[in-house]
């Protein structure tokens, strides 16, 4: 079965930078959609960014757009979120996910069946 095993994260003062990196195992087939999502505390899990590995393309969440930066490492089957000018808001636990799926709504956690442990991000003021 496919794993996501993610690493990076902590803590960093506004306008820091993190990367966050997402590898897959357990199988040779490459997932269709890879990125993450993020949940901070009494909120709903929101998505940040998705890459379509077959192409590929990427969405981000309107907040992000600008600041972060996915990327893919094919032959790792590795994805990265490279965070800059990170914001007080940015605060949450970030979740690796991860699809075979056609058809899917890239924003929605209900369409990703795979996912990390999480990693925390703290951005202080």
């Known amino acids: 079965a496919l794993q996501l095993v993610e690493s990076g994260g902590g803590s960093v003062e506004s306008g820091g930078s993190l990367r966050l990196s997402c590898a897959a195992s357990g199988t040779t087939a490459r997932p269709r959609y890879m990125g993450w999502f993020r949940q901070a505390p009494g909120k709903e899990r929101e998505a940040v960014a998705i890459?379509?590995?077959?192409?590929?393309?990427?969405d981000y969440a309107d907040s992000v757009k600008g600041r972060f930066v996915l990327s893919q490492d094919n032959a790792k089957n590795t994805v990265y979120l490279q965070m800059n000018n990170l914001k007080p808001e940015d605060t949450a636990w970030y979740y690796c996910?991860?699809?075979?799926?056609?058809?899917?709504?890239?924003?929605?956690?209900?369409?990703?069946?795979?996912w990390g442990q999480g990693t925390q991000v703290t951005i202080s003021s």
């Open positions: 890459t379509y590995t077959v192409i590929p393309t990427y």
């Open positions: 996910a991860a699809t075979y799926w056609t058809n899917v709504r890239w924003d929605a956690p209900d369409d990703f069946p795979y």
